[in-house]
């Protein structure tokens, strides 16, 4: 099962908005609403950001959202701030109940 | 609150095994489907394995089918990585985390809490 496709670095500055994709295929993102996205900060634990394509977890701001088209998920963060800036990780539910993870997003809050 | 606290890494060589510990608490371990998720230095994340909360359904990932085995005790609240016939490229941070309760089919595959993680360097 190869890796999803994340662009490996994406930048904005304060209060912009910034969309990452996340590409896999028919047998993953595009067979199942079951995409998630989580964060990383070096050094913290990870944390769950969007489940489900588009579903937030209790507590999760809702500048975060997601969608999917096709076989390409996307995570928009809105009004960025500076703490937003971390490793951002999407995985997929695939045809052979197992989960595949995207190579991962740099995110920069310039 | 939830914690997942994982033990058992270390430097081995390759070829040699390994059993990777990860006490949880906090919530109702049996309930829920819990997976262990590697992390390479430098690198991203790598679904590992998956075990049901009653421990009926394994699933692996082609890199370790065959090599690891995932289990669990529910009466002590614990979750094993049995790592066998160990490669360099294993070598990574291994992290537990916890999926769906009761759940079935993709939506057991969402990680709502995860461990900090154990080192695992397989060296010669």
């Known amino acids: 099962q190869s890796a999803l496709t994340q662009p490996a670095s994406v930048s904005g500055s304060p209060g912009q908005s910034i969309t990452i994709s996340c590409t896999g295929t028919?047998?993953?993102?595009?067979?199942?609403?079951?995409v998630s996205w989580y964060q990383q900060h070096p050094g913290k634990a990870r944390k769950l950001i969007i489940y489900?394509?588009?579903s937030r977890p209790s507590g999760v701001s809702n500048r975060f959202s997601g969608s999917k088209s096709g076989n390409t998920a996307s995570l928009t963060i809105s009004g960025l701030q500076a703490e937003d800036e971390a490793d951002y990780y999407c995985g997929s539910y695939t045809s052979s109940s197992t989960l595949v993870f995207g190579g991962g997003t740099k995110l920069t809050v310039l | 609150q939830v914690q997942l606290v994982e033990s058992g890494g270390g430097v081995v060589q390759p070829g040699r095994s390994l059993r990777l510990s990860c006490a949880a608490s906090g919530f109702t371990f049996s309930s829920y489907g819990m997976h262990w998720v590697r992390q390479a230095p430098g690198k991203g994340l790598e679904w590992v394995a998956i075990i049901w909360y009653d421990g009926d359904i394994k699933k692996y990932a082609d890199s370790v089918k065959g090599r690891f085995t995932i289990s669990r005790d529910n009466s002590k609240n614990t979750l094993y990585l049995q790592m066998n016939s160990l490669r360099v490229e294993d070598t990574a941070v291994y992290s537990c985390a916890r999926g769906g309760a009761y759940c079935s089919g993709g939506s057991c595959y969402n990680f709502d809490y995860w461990g900090q993680g154990t080192l695992v360097a397989v060296s010669s």
């Open positions: 489900d394509v588009s």
């Open positions: 028919s047998s993953d993102v595009g067979g199942y609403n079951y």
